[in-house]
Every structure is written in structure tokens, then in C-alpha cells.
């Protein structure tokens, strides 16, 4: 039997796609990790804005906070166009994102995350990095079955059997609301990171980058925007009842 192979448990690898919850998870992963790096996945996704969105988000953290520049290493961009390609869903064709007959959006590619994650591990055990860190949640995503910790917790099996290396995932926001992922971003980074999240993150399944909202751009009618917007306003109102105390 061959031996598994050795990872660094002190790099990380983000997957970041630009998104609000990937962004607070790479913070997170800089505030713990000495070596992070970014990995995103292009599948011809309709919001090509998202893949423009994290260059200007690492490039902001990187100038903005300087305890976390140093760490932040490469980034990587996977063509995956093979899986637009099967995938006939909202996000890679012109259509309509609404709920389908099995209560989950149209935006729904099967399997996407599992593909992602595999991607990811294989990246990573090139790259040395034992611990993989992904802005997956739980609480009010949208239904995707791949999102949830028992789904990925069976594939961190299969690929440690298969890859005979052992990752670490990582996953900071899966038991958080919206909401409460905006306190976690000012914990770790004060209110300069919650504003650098608002105004670079991309959320909007449309792509819309013209139109601000106070928590961001968006069209502000998609399930991406509705739910960015909800939890926002949830953060909002519970702040304001914080300092009312
Ligand atoms: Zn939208």
C-alpha cells in the first residue's frame, strides 16, 4: 500500500467565487491560515461579473488590510465549461430562475458543488494544502442538497480514499443565517471589511452591477439578491437593537 500523502496543515485553499459567503470565508481562512490560496471554477456561468468580482475583492483585502496581505497567495480559475455544458439550468442559459418541481431553484446544476470540491481537493494536494475551506451554508441557502455538511462530509471520504491524502474541510458559514454572516465579517475585519464586502462582493444571479443597493449591486429581484437583501436588513435591524441596549 502506498503512503498517504503529506499535507500542510497551515495553507489553505479558499473556494471563492466572488460571492459574499466565499468572501467572509476567505477572511476567515486569512485570519487562521499562514498560506491561503483561491481556487474558482468557470463554467460559463451566466454571472461572468462574479469571476471579475474576486480579483477586485482579493486585490482590496490585499491593500486594505496588511496583516492578511502576506498570506494571501496564488489564485486559480478552472475552466469547467464542460459542465455548463450539461447542465441545462438558469445559470448557464437565458431562463427564467424560479422554483422547478422539485423544490429547488432553476438555478440548480446537479452535482456542482461535488464537482467543485473534488477539483478543489485534487488542486490542493498539488499545492500541499491540507485544509480546504468553502463558504457552503446550510441555513437559508437555497435548497442545494450539495451544500449540506453530511453530503460533504461522505465526498471528504471518498476523496481521502481515493486520493489517499487527508483533507480538512472547512466550512465557517454553515450554520449561519445571512444575517449573521455579516456580524462574523465585522468580527473579523470591523466595519471597513463589512463596507469592502458590500461594495466588491457579487451575489446577483443576473449579473446587474449597475443598479446599489445599501448592501450592494444587484437587479434585487433574483433569489440571489432577495436573499442577500434579506440578510442585510436582518443584520440592520439587529445591530441597531444591539446599540439600543
Ligand atoms: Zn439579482
Known sequence: MSAMRRLSPSSALVLFSGGQDSSIALVWALTRFERVETIAFDYGQRHQVELAARVAVRREIAQRFLSFAPRLGDDAVIDLSGLGAISETALTRQAEIVIGETG??????????????????????????????????????????????????????????????????????????????????????????????????????????????????????????????????????????????
Open 104 to 245: 429547488l431553484p432553476t438555478t440548480f446544476v446537479p452535482g456542482r458543488n461535488l464537482v467543485f470540491l473534488t477539483m478543489a481537493a485534487a488542486y490542493a494536494y498539488r499545492r500541499s494544502a491540507g485544509v480546504i475551506v468553502a463558504g457552503m451554508c446550510e441555513a437559508d441557502f437555497s435548497g442545494y442538497p450539495d451544500c449540506r455538511r453530511a453530503a460533504l462530509d461522505a465526498q471528504m471520504q471518498a476523496i481521502a480514499l481515493g486520493m489517499e491524502a487527508e483533507f480538512s474541510l472547512e466550512t465557517p458559514l454553515m450554520h449561519l443565517t445571512k444575517a449573521q454572516s455579516w456580524f462574523l465579517a465585522e468580527e473579523l475585519g470591523g466595519k471597513d471589511l463589512v463596507d469592502l464586502l458590500i461594495e466588491h462582493t457579487h451575489s446577483c444571479y443576473l449579473g446587474d452591477r449597475a443598479t446599489r443597493f445599501d448592501w450592494g449591486y444587484g437587479c434585487g429581484l433574483c433569489p440571489a439578491c432577495e436573499l442577500r437583501a434579506n440578510g442585510w436588513a436582518g443584520y440592520v435591524a439587529a445591530r441597531s437593537r444591539r446599540e439600543i441596549r
